[in-house]
Every structure is written in C-alpha cells, then in structure tokens.
C-alpha cells in the first residue's frame, strides 16, 4: 500500500515562472492539505482540498492555488515565484474534514533563484 | 505570531534516560494536539495526540501531558533511543484538520 507520493523531489526555477506540483493521496484518503515549511520553520497550512474543492485556506496569497482531481490527487500551482517561496512543499492526505491522523509525503523541495 | 511555539531548538539527551519537549501554546481555540516526527528526506510522521478533555495520553514508550491553564504541552520518550534523533514537531488544530505546528526541536540520542 503507497503512502503519499508527491513528485518532483526537486526543482529549480527562477523568479516570475511559474510551478506545479504534484501529490497523490494514501490510498482510501479524499482529502488533501498541502503545506510550506520553510528553512527552521515548522509546516505552515496552505490549503486543503476536499470533493474537488478548497475547503479551508491559511494566509498565502492569491498565487498559491490548487486543484483536486476526481482520483483524489491534488496539484498545487504557484505563479510569479518570489525568492521567499523556496521551501520544502508537504503534501499530507487524510479522510473527511473531521480531525483525524494526516499521513504525509516526502515533499517537494523548490529553489527559485 | 507564533501561536505554537517549541522555545528549545535543540535538545540531547543519553540513551534509556528520559527525552523530555516542550511546547506552549496562545490560542484558546485550540483543542487538539499532536506530535509529529520528522527525519531529513522524509515527511513528518505521526506519533501521539491528546485532546483538550485529557491531560495526558501513553502510547509505548511515548507520553504526552496537556496543561490547559498554562496552554502547555510536553512530550515524554521514555527510554529514549538512538532510533528517536529526529526532529520533533508540535502541532494543534481548532476544529477540522487545519494543523498548526511550531517551529521544532531537534532531539539527538546520544549513545
């Protein structure tokens, strides 16, 4: 059984392109939330995804945005990259919007230069 | 603001001694709390959680206590083992799974 599987691992671009990224769910999971964490920070919440549609958001601005496919998977899209937005992007999925355990991916490092 | 905050960065501790992280909360609205592991490379993994009804919560060798009048929170492993150096992630959510996590602390178990 395949936890959360994110790809790429790494990625490389420069100021004003634009990124997608991508996660697939554990298996049995329909919702995803996607996170940052910067260097010496703790996982800060973007947003998350349930029935194909952003359920709740935290403070990122309007270039962050996501999608959810019928298969669950997720995409995660941030346009016009500042340098501020290389971190490492943690996928986690989880059943419902109730409380319950997240499973997290391995994450996707992102380096704007 | 920082409304989860883990104040020790670091902490090293021998092994089969005890393994004590701390973390402190400012929002009220928090009622559920979780501590997750994290090893470079990897995503954090899930360790332990207590609600705001409990003030502690054992799992093996994993302990949390909840100390609501002082929005405080410890993790305790004990014994500790070479197996725990890791960083260790504090995390709180106010309904649904919205997670708020503090900052970190990385443990390292000495032999």
């Known amino acids: 059984d395949a936890g959360v599987t994110q790809s790429p691992t790494h990625l490389i671009k420069t100021r004003g392109q634009q990124v997608t990224l991508r996660c697939s769910p554990k298996s049995g999971h329909d919702t995803v939330s996607w996170y940052q964490q910067a260097l010496g920070q703790g996982p800060q919440f973007i947003f998350q995804?349930?029935?194909?549609?952003?359920?709740q958001r935290g403070n990122f601005p309007d270039r962050f945005s996501g999608h959810q496919f019928p298969n669950y998977s997720s995409e995660l899209n941030v346009n016009a990259l500042l340098l501020g937005d290389s971190a490492l992007y943690l996928c986690a999925s989880s059943t419902g919007l109730v409380r319950n355990e997240q499973f997290f991916g391995p994450g996707t490092r992102l380096t704007v230069l | 603001d920082q409304q989860v905050k883990q104040n020790s960065p670091s902490l090293s501790v021998q092994e089969g001694r005890i393994s004590i992280l701390n973390c402190d909360y400012t929002?009220?609205?928090?009622?559920?709390f979780l501590w997750y592991k994290k090893y470079p490379a990897e995503g954090p993994t899930f360790l332990i959680s207590i609600s705001s009804i409990k003030d502690k919560n054992e799992d093996g060798r994993f302990t949390v206590f909840l100390n609501k009048s002082a929005k405080h929170l410890s993790l305790h492993i004990v014994p500790s083992q070479p197996g725990d150096s890791a960083v260790y992630f504090c995390?709180?959510?106010?309904?649904?799974?919205?997670?708020?996590f503090g900052t970190g602390t990385q443990l390292k178990v000495e032999l």
């Open positions: 929002n009220s609205m928090f009622d559920y």
């Open positions: 995804y349930y029935e194909e549609e952003e359920r």
């Open positions: 995390a709180a959510t106010g309904g649904g799974n919205k997670l708020t």
